[in-house]
């Protein structure tokens, strides 16, 4: 059974960061596209940012410049650090791997981004 552990969600005011973190099985994590996607009530889910095996990033245009996501090796873990953080952030966070066909996705984690 794939497991996606998340971790880091919680409320910061606008302008702060949050640093978002995900960790799996060395097995999923050495051969899957890792990625975060966010979802804000009323939307659809949306992609944020995606890492590669190899470390190719991918954006959203709404995030470039103040989200950095970035694989640590040691721990099987990927994150997404948020910087310049905005009320417009404000989403459930789902840590995702995907390879051809197959999809997992974590539980989810709240970001408020609120004064």
């Known amino acids: 059974q794939v497991q996606l552990v998340e971790s880091g969600g919680g409320l910061v005011q606008p302008g702060g960061s949050l640093r978002l973190s995900c960790t799996t099985s060395?097995?999923?994590?050495?051969?899957?596209?890792m990625g975060w996607y966010r979802q804000a009530p009323g939307k659809q889910r949306e992609m944020v940012a995606t890492?590669?095996?190899?470390?190719?990033?991918n954006y959203v245009d709404s995030v470039k410049g103040r989200f950095t996501i970035f694989r640590d090796s040691a721990n099987n873990t990927v994150c997404l650090q948020m910087n310049s953080l905005k009320p417009e952030d404000t989403a459930v966070y789902y840590c995702?791997?995907?390879?051809?066909?197959?999809?997992?996705w974590g539980q989810g984690t709240q970001v408020t981004v609120s004064s």
């Open positions: 995702n791997a995907a390879r051809w066909s197959q999809n997992y």
């Open positions: 060395r097995s999923i994590f050495s051969i899957y596209v």
């Open positions: 890492i590669t095996t190899g470390g190719g990033t």
